[in-house]
């Protein structure tokens, strides 16, 4: 299977190319960025299949990161995923970055629990709880930093994501600590790919998923002052 991987929920630009028959030959490129997305996703895209030597008739599945994340971002690398999966006529696969976050942390040792945090701004978190063998334990849900440290903080799990610190920082009194934090600020787009290569294919587009409401809200018309 040859796989396009995008993803521009959080703080990077990023896409990669994985062909299963050849794992190690994969390509890659991320760029940090907190804004600019819309303008850096597709000639990073076509810079990542032109060294792959590919074009995007020639892949069998594009896989994308669908949140929680910016809101901004989610529908950029979205709308990407969607466009490029109808020019070839080849699915288009939804990750979470939750999943992304917890997945090498996973493959390096599936016996202990993995947090996923993201940083929902005003003291919250997005998180997803996995246990022994990458079992969802808490489905992804937003929490406000303290729920989050105490539904984390049985077994001294790994955190992973742009949240960990919080959630660590958090963590209640007497608790084992965290066995390891780690406050990347996007996923490892590699990982993106192999996840996206692995999952089944349901047949629907890939959809954000926010877990709560935008923060900038239309402006209700009874507000509105009268001249």
Not at 19 to 34: F, L, V, Y
Not at 136 to 156: D, G, I, K, Q, V
Not at 177 to 198: F, K, M, Q, T, Y
């Amino acid at each position: 299977m040859r796989l396009l991987a995008i993803d521009t929920a959080l703080e990077a630009c990023s896409a990669a190319v994985l062909d299963t028959a050849n794992p190690k030959s994969g390509i890659h490129e991320s760029q940090a960025m907190t804004r600019g997305h819309a303008e850096a996703i597709m000639p990073l895209i076509a810079r990542v299949l032109d060294r792959a030597k590919l074009n995007v008739r020639d892949l069998d599945r594009i896989a994308v990161t669908v949140g929680p994340g910016s809101f901004t971002g989610l529908r950029v690398g979205i709308a990407a995923a969607r466009g490029l999966a109808l020019a070839a006529g080849k699915p288009a696969i939804g990750l979470t970055t939750l999943a992304a976050y917890a997945a090498p942390l996973i493959s390096a040792d599936d016996q202990r629990t993995v947090v996923s945090a993201i940083d929902a701004r005003h003291d919250h978190v997005y998180l997803q709880i996995f246990g022994p063998g990458g079992r969802t334990m808490m489905t992804p849900r937003l929490l406000s930093l303290h729920e989050a440290a105490r539904a984390a903080s049985s077994n001294a799990p790994r955190l992973a994501g742009t949240g960990a610190a919080l959630v660590a920082a958090a963590w209640p009194a007497g608790a084992r600590p965290p066995a390891s934090v780690d406050n990347r600020r996007a996923p490892d787009i590699e990982w993106i790919a192999r996840l996206g290569a692995a999952a089944p294919d349901t047949g629907a587009p890939p959809k954000p998923l926010y877990l709560r409401a935008p923060d900038a809200q239309p402006q209700n018309a009874s507000q509105l002052a009268r001249r």
